[in-house]
C-alpha cells in the first residue's frame, strides 16, 4: 500500500486540538491571557498540550524533586506541580524578576505555590550550587527552557543532578526547523543543534525527540 500525503491546515488543527486535546484549567487560561498581552515575547511560553504532557510526566512517574530552568510567567511551574504529589518540591530557576512577579501571582492564584521554590540567578550558577551541595543523582525531572546558547551546559549539569530512571524535558529543539539548515549559523542555532547531536550520541540516556510544538526532546538517565 502507497503512503498517503495528508496536507493539515495547521490552523484548524490548533483549533481542533484547543477544543478536545487537553483538559482546560481556568487559572492557567487566565495565566495565558495575561502573557499574550505582553506581544512577541509571549513567544516564550509553551503550548496548552506541552503544558497537559508535562503534567501527565509527573503524574505517572511520580516526581516529587523537580527542577524548572526558566521561569517566565509561570506557566509550566504550575504544570509540574500539579503533577507532583503533596509533598513535591519544584526549584524554579530564573535570572530576573521582570516576569516572575506573575508567575508568584498565579502560583498563588493556582493553589501550588507551597511547592513551588522561586531561585534568581543565572541557572548555570543555582546548579552548580546544588552539585556542591551533593545533590547529584537527587531530582526526579527536570525542565529545560531558557537561554539556548546554555543549552548544552544546561542538560550536562542535569544529567548529574538527576537520578537513574529520572528525566530531563527540553524544550525548542526543532527550533522551527532551523536545526536542519546548515546553512543558519546563528548562536542559538547552532547551540540547539549541537545539543541535538550530543544527545544522540549520549549512551547515558535513551531519548525521544517529539515533535510537539517547537520540539521536546525527552530523555530518561539510564
Same mark, same amino acid.
Given at each position: 500500500? *502507497? ?6 491546515? #495547521? +490552523?484548524? #488543527? @490548533? ?14 487560561? /487566565? ?11 509571549? =513567544? ?9 504532557? =508535562?503534567? !501527565?510526566?509527573? %503524574?505517572?512517574?511520580?516526581? %516529587? ?17 500539579? &503533577? !507532583?504529589?503533596? +509533598?513535591?518540591? #519544584?526549584?524554579?530557576?530564573? @535570572?530576573? %524578576? /521582570? ?25 548555570? +550558577? ?5 552539585? $556542591?551541595?551533593?545533590?547529584? &543523582? ?9 537561554? $539556548? ?26 527550533? $522551527?526547523? *532551523? ?5 543558519? $549559523? ?7 543543534? /549541537?545539543?541535538? +547531536? ?25
Amino acid at each position: 500500500m *502507497k503512503n498517503k500525503n495528508i496536507l493539515l491546515d #495547521l +490552523n484548524k #488543527l @490548533n483549533t481542533y486540538i484547543d477544543q478536545v486535546g487537553y483538559k482546560k484549567d481556568s487559572v492557567l487560561s /487566565e495565566l495565558r491571557s495575561v502573557t499574550e498581552s505582553l506581544g512577541d515575547l509571549s =513567544i516564550m511560553q509553551i503550548g496548552q498540550t506541552q503544558g497537559a504532557l =508535562i503534567q !501527565m510526566l509527573c %503524574t505517572v512517574g511520580h516526581f %516529587t524533586k523537580c527542577i524548572e530552568i526558566g521561569v517566565f510567567t509561570g506557566y509550566s511551574s504550575i504544570c509540574i506541580a500539579k &503533577g !507532583m504529589p503533596e +509533598n513535591g518540591k #519544584l526549584y524554579a530557576l530564573d @535570572n530576573s %524578576t /521582570e516576569f516572575t512577579d506573575i508567575a508568584k501571582k498565579y502560583w498563588i492564584k493556582s493553589g501550588y505555590d507551597k511547592k513551588i521554590e522561586l531561585i534568581v540567578d543565572q541557572a548555570i +550558577n543555582s546548579l552548580d550550587k546544588f552539585l $556542591k551541595n551533593k545533590m547529584n &543523582g537527587h531530582f526526579d525531572f527536570i525542565f529545560i527552557d531558557a537561554d $539556548k546558547n546554555n543549552y548544552l551546559d544546561y542538560y550536562k549539569r542535569s544529567l548529574k543532578l538527576v537520578r537513574k530512571g529520572g528525566m530531563i524535558l527540553i524544550d525548542n529543539t526543532i527550533w $522551527k526547523g *532551523k536545526v536542519m539548515d546548515d546553512n543558519d $549559523k546563528t548562536n542559538s542555532t547552532k547551540s540547539i543543534r /549541537e545539543l541535538n +547531536n550530543y544527545i544522540a550520541s549520549d549512551n547515558s540516556v535513551d531519548h525521544c525527540l517529539l515533535t510537539i510544538y517547537d520540539g521536546m526532546t525527552l530523555c530518561i538517565k539510564k
